[in-house]
T-cell receptor, first 111, second 112 residues
Framework: QKEVEQNSGPLSVPEGAIASLNCTYS??????FFWYRQYSGKSPELIMS????GDKEDGRFTAQLNKASQYVSLLIRDSQPSDSATYLC???????????FGSGTRLLVRP | KAGVTQTPRYLIKTRGQQVTLSCSPI?????VSWYQQTPGQGLQFLFE???????NKGNFPGRFSGRQFSNSRSEMNVSTLELGDSALYLC???????????FGQGTRLTVV
């Protein structure tokens, strides 16, 4: 079983819709969770972090965490074509600086 | 603050050669991590350095090595290059929060 799992997609949504990206992780002891966005040909960019159960909102982005279900999600409201990218879920391993990344979900926002 | 700087941006090497990649972290960041990204394997952790010490290492052969200097700049070296080493090599620096890694633009290595 992979340590961090994501649906590879592509997830296609129309402009203005809500995009929902999901991630599951295997380590029950994980305390922090991160979402990175990677445009084609570019490096990953940190967009959200979440540490406690519930929701965390930042502009059009909302991260949701459910530690009991070992599940973290990213919602993008009012999706724009510029949101089209691969979204990577990352979890630090063993309280270290070693990040375990999911394989990423490719999001396509149709104009 | 200036971001993470990686050099060179692109490299083409021949099988059997060795290569050295460089990374300058964000000023004040003492942790530097290296990742390999390929279409098939995604982002894979190589190693992490903090204050010139390697603290973590991924599952890569010994041909992959690295070091960190007193100014936090880091280098990674790959010896006896293989075709499968063709990848985007990413460096990330962190300050305190373990997951808040800031990536450089990467070095695209092509082995022919």
């Amino acid at each position: 079983q992979k340590e961090v799992e994501q649906n590879s997609g592509p997830l296609s949504v129309p402009e203005g819709a809500i995009a929902s990206l999901n991630c599951t992780y295997s380590d029950r002891g994980s305390q922090s969770f991160f979402w990175y966005r990677q445009y084609s040909g570019k490096s990953p960019e940190l967009i959200m972090s979440i540490y406690s159960n519930g929701d965390k909102e930042d502009g059009r982005f909302t991260a949701q965490l459910n530690k009991a279900s070992q599940y973290v999600s990213l919602l993008i409201r009012d999706s724009q074509p510029s949101d089209s990218a691969t979204y990577l879920c990352a979890v630090p391993m063993d309280s270290s600086y070693k990040l375990i990344f999911g394989s990423g979900t490719r999001l396509l926002v149709r104009p | 603050k200036a971001g993470v700087t990686q050099t060179p941006r692109y490299l083409i090497k021949t099988r059997g050669q060795q290569v050295t990649l460089s990374c300058s972290p964000i000023s004040g960041h003492r942790s530097v991590s290296w990742y390999q990204q390929t279409p098939g394997q995604g982002l894979q952790f190589l190693f992490e350095y903090f204050s010139e010490t390697q603290r973590n290492k991924g599952n890569f052969p010994g041909r992959f090595s690295g070091r960190q200097f007193s100014n936090s700049r880091s280098e990674m070296n790959v010896s006896t290059l293989e075709l499968g080493d063709s990848a985007l090599y990413l460096c990330a620096s962190s300050e305190k929060d373990r997951g808040r890694a800031f990536f450089g633009q990467g070095t695209r290595l092509t082995v022919v």
